[in-house]
């Protein structure tokens, strides 16, 4: 071979070279999954509780996320999608919103938010200008989906309002219709009191007496302390009408978990202790939810949480809607996620959809007592036009919420 023809074949190499590079980073790029990636907002730290059985852990509600990030890529590598969580832990005195702000800096289209009210509040409006969304995986608070709602905020958690219609409408089923109230001194246990209230006048149930459990500080742990307690709760709950059941209003776990078998009067106690209406339990194994609490248990060596749970739908419901629409795109999945086609499946037994006046997940409610769920509402005979979950909450006609 010619000088001449060996510079041109060594040429025509050179180029089919450069020319299947470009072509294999071209299938490489495309081959390259969309990211989508999920920042998660939450407190640094545990929840402490009165029951030793029931400390919450370091990461309650940050571990359903995580479960929920690994069960988005089972099927995002299918359709070439990525799901990354952004995690941030919130110290006593960090500033929510700018934490939110960082977030969307490290573009999170959404933030699932474990948050107390006024904080989310906070981070909605901060980052509302930038598209992002935010999901209520924490706050029960009805304001926050009535007259403080917000337009880019969608709640997972469900309301005091829902919580408490289900905890009635079973009471009622089982024709415990006189309560006696007992609700603690601070503003949570107050909103919860109003919540029973309201349940109690919605499904035709009497509340015979209230009373209040001034929260007078002191260790709530002694050596003498279950001798006080035996003495303390009967004599408080002495000399009340004749009642059914006492339901206690308590977020602040100072009083009612001494409640049960320590009243005056052989009586059952259910709200913050005893019978707990809750969106999730351990003890929950219908409809599939066996497997979920194995998988959990297996990731976290612990149990599955409510607050787990609902950061877990959270995460999941975005995994869903990127799944329907085959779109990274936020602002897609945003709006599938509004539409009237949305729904996940969250092993409660029927699909869970969001509820187009204020945002709110539609959701049955367990009631449980610590080692197994009694029951599980909407109770059976309780009716509505449009659908059963409605009955839980606050419905379409008595809604404040405007959103734009």
């Known amino acids: 071979m010619s000088k001449e023809a060996w510079e041109e074949v060594s040429l025509a190499l050179q180029w089919w070279a450069i020319a299947s590079c470009v072509l294999l980073t071209a299938a490489s790029a495309a081959a390259e999954p969309v990211e989508i990636r999920i920042g998660y907002l939450g407190p640094a730290g545990f929840r402490p509780s009165l029951s030793l059985l029931q400390q919450g852990a370091d990461n309650d509600g940050l571990a359903g996320a995580r479960l929920a990030i690994e069960d988005n890529s089972t099927t995002g590598r299918f359709l070439d999608q990525r799901f ?20 969307a800096d490290r573009k999170a289209g959404f933030i699932v938010a474990d948050l107390a009210a006024d904080d989310l509040l906070k981070v909605a409006d901060a980052v ?4 992002v969304v935010l999901l209520n995986a924490g706050a029960t608070d009805d304001r926050l989906r009535e007259e403080d709602c917000r337009s880019n905020v969608l709640h997972i958690a469900p309301t005091r309002s829902m919580l408490a219609d289900a905890l009635a409408q079973y009471l009622v089923w089982k024709q415990w219709k006189r309560w006696l109230l007992v609700s603690g001194s601070h503003p949570p246990d ?17 509340i015979v007496q209230e009373r209040t459990f001034e929260d007078k500080g002191g260790a709530r742990r002694t050596d003498s302390g279950v001798t006080l307690i035996q003495r303390q709760m009967p004599a408080f709950t002495q000399s009340a009408p004749a009642y059914d059941v006492l339901v206690a209003a308590d977020e602040s776990e100072v009083f009612a978990l001494y409640l049960p078998y320590r009243t005056w009067d052989a009586r059952p106690v259910a709200g913050s202790a005893g019978l707990v209406p809750t969106s999730w339990d351990a003890a929950h194994d219908q409809w599939g939810a066996i497997q979920l609490q194995n998988r959990f248990v297996k990731l976290n060596a612990r ?26 795109d936020a ?9 009237p086609n949305f729904e996940i499946a969250a092993f409660k037994g029927q699909p869970l959809t969001l509820r187009d006046w204020n945002r709110q997940l539609r959701q049955p409610i367990l009631l449980a007592d610590g080692r197994m769920v009694v029951s599980v509402s909407p109770q059976e005979g309780f009716l509505h036009q ?19």
């Not at 979950?389 to 006609?397: C, F, I, K, N, Y």
């Open 84 to 103: 990354t969580l952004d995690e941030v832990r919130l110290k006593k005195d960090d500033d929510a919103a700018a934490a939110a702000n960082a977030l």
């Open 128 to 131: 509302r200008e930038r598209g």
């Open 386 to 404: 449009t659908s059963e979950l409605d009955t839980l909450g606050v419905d379409r006609p008595e809604s404040k919420c405007k959103l734009n």
């Open 303 to 328: 149990r599955m949480t409510a607050r787990d749970m609902q950061a877990w739908t959270a995460v999941r419901m975005i995994g869903e809607a990127a799944s329907r629409t085959k779109s990274g």
């Open 331 to 339: 602002k897609t999945i945003t709006t599938f996620l509004k539409s």
């Open 190 to 206: 107050q909103l919860y009191a109003d919540a029973l209230r309201r349940a109690a006048a919605r499904f035709g149930a009497k």
